[in-house]
């Protein structure tokens, strides 16, 4: 009996190779009318220039970049990287080191056994560095997820939810998570914003919540957030900031678009990611009133059912808030509003039409789909990386290159582009 059963064992894995190698061959095929239309929306993509094809890059993520098939170094201008921080030596040195003190990842939500000492100092870190009383800080996979998190754990059915028109997809998606009744006010328009709070009120909903992005990322344009807070006060409501695009960037220290408006005590909670000014990698966060925060930690599912951030990530982010406020800070925001301003002034001067005021994102209005393609492509050729968005991340017949500085960036290099936009935009009859 026992030999039947080694020889049975011996012979398994012929058998389970030969179960494999069929079932490779066999894949589940897709209902013909799915793949039929998934087919020609992928067609129609290509046709209208607004497919989106992923360029590989080979080396770190650097103010000068390798991709590939480009044969040289090119000029990145599309990077969320402000600061310069992503490949900055103490950034990578801390990530490193808590690598190797604190291991790979925990393999744990937070409340089960994924919470290390480094993540309660890093969240104690950046309420600190809002200097706000009475305010804790929860950490997130992502902002993705902070925005994903906090509309269904704070708000009911018999509640109300008031987002800005142009807000991120993230905040788009998390109010449709929420069983709050949805109203939806004019871009930056504050009388627009009083208005649907009084229909609100008038519908009988009892807590009103208020959203923005800080800064609205395809525009380059920041909330007029000192209005929005006398709005919001004037009607007892609860307000939430995005502030991806300004946590790191906007305000004299880089605290955000609360410092830039001086209106900081006045937002409830902010949202925001550690993967753009503050190190690049990943990672998210919500601040802001303490008694808020202890109910997301108890209730918020991206943050029950996520595995903690790596160790790497944390350090990392944490290196970066320190670089921000030493002394190091204040010359790399220094540096990279030099770098916007020196831009927008030649790109102006040379006839483009520019978006957004006051911030390291400039878009550059083209309006045609394909011809923010042709230019993104051809600006590539000349060594400047940088990207065409249109329709459905921009509105149609929106289309832009959207350039972003970096304190990274010297002036060289920044001359170097406007002089590439110049002669391609001459060659697609974008400026004469």
């Known amino acids: 009996m026992f030999i039947r059963a080694k020889a049975l064992v011996q012979k398994q894995p012929q058998r389970l190779l030969f179960s494999t190698q069929s079932w490779v061959q066999q894949q589940a095929q897709l209902p013909a009318e799915l793949e039929e239309r998934v087919s020609q ?116 059915e018999k509640d109300a939810v008031i987002s800005d028109s142009l807000n991120h997809a993230s905040i788009i998606d998390g109010v449709r998570l929420s069983r709050a009744k949805r109203f939806r006010y004019r871009n930056g328009d504050v009388e627009d914003l009083d208005a649907k709070l009084k229909q609100a009120k008038d519908e009988g909903c009892r807590v009103k919540l208020v959203v923005t992005d800080g800064v609205f990322s395809m525009d380059g344009v920041i909330a007029p957030l000192r209005d929005v807070c006398d709005v919001v006060e004037r009607h007892q409501a609860v307000l939430v900031v ?6 790191g960037v906007v305000g004299k220290t880089g605290r955000g678009t609360g410092e830039y408006w001086g209106v900081a005590p006045r937002i409830h909670l902010v949202n925001s990611t550690l993967g753009k000014a503050l190190g690049g990698a990943s990672g998210g966060y919500t601040s802001g009133n303490s008694l808020l925060i202890e109910l997301l930690r108890n209730t918020s599912r991206p943050y029950l059912f996520s595995n903690t951030l790596a160790p790497s990530v944390v350090g990392a982010a944490a290196a970066a808030l320190d670089i921000l406020g030493s002394q190091q800070g204040t010359p790399l925001l220094e540096r990279l509003w030099a770098n916007a301003k020196h831009f927008r002034q030649r790109m102006s001067e040379a006839g483009f039409e520019l978006a957004g005021k006051d911030h390291a994102i400039i878009p550059v209005m083209l309006g045609d789909a394909r011809k923010a393609t042709q230019m993104a492509d051809a600006l590539l050729k000349r060594g400047i990386y940088v990207i065409g968005f249109s329709y459905p991340v921009v509105p149609k017949d929106q289309a832009r290159i959207r350039v972003q500085m970096s304190a990274a960036h010297s002036t060289e290099q920044i001359d170097h582009a406007v002089d590439a936009f110049i002669e391609v935009g001459r060659d697609l009859q974008v400026i004469s």
Not at 242 to 247: G, I, K, Y
Request: charged letters at 20%.
């Open 41 to 156: 929306t992928l067609d129609s993509m290509r046709a209208n220039g607004t497919y989106k094809a992923e360029r590989i890059i080979t080396t770190p993520q650097e103010a000068s970049i390798q991709v590939e098939g480009s044969g040289s170094n090119v000029v990145n201008f599309c990077a969320n990287n402000y600061l310069g921080l992503a490949n900055h030596p103490q950034v990578v040195e801390r990530a490193s080191e808590y690598l190797h003190k604190w291991g790979n990842g925990l393999s744990s939500v937070r409340f089960i056994c994924g919470t290390q000492a480094i993540h309660k100092q890093l969240e104690d870190k950046i309420t600190q560095f809002y200097s706000r009383n009475q305010s804790d800080t929860i950490l997130y996979a992502s902002c993705f997820d902070a925005n994903a998190g906090v509309f269904e754990s704070l708000l009911t």
């Open 242 to 247: 995005d502030d991806a695009h300004a946590t």
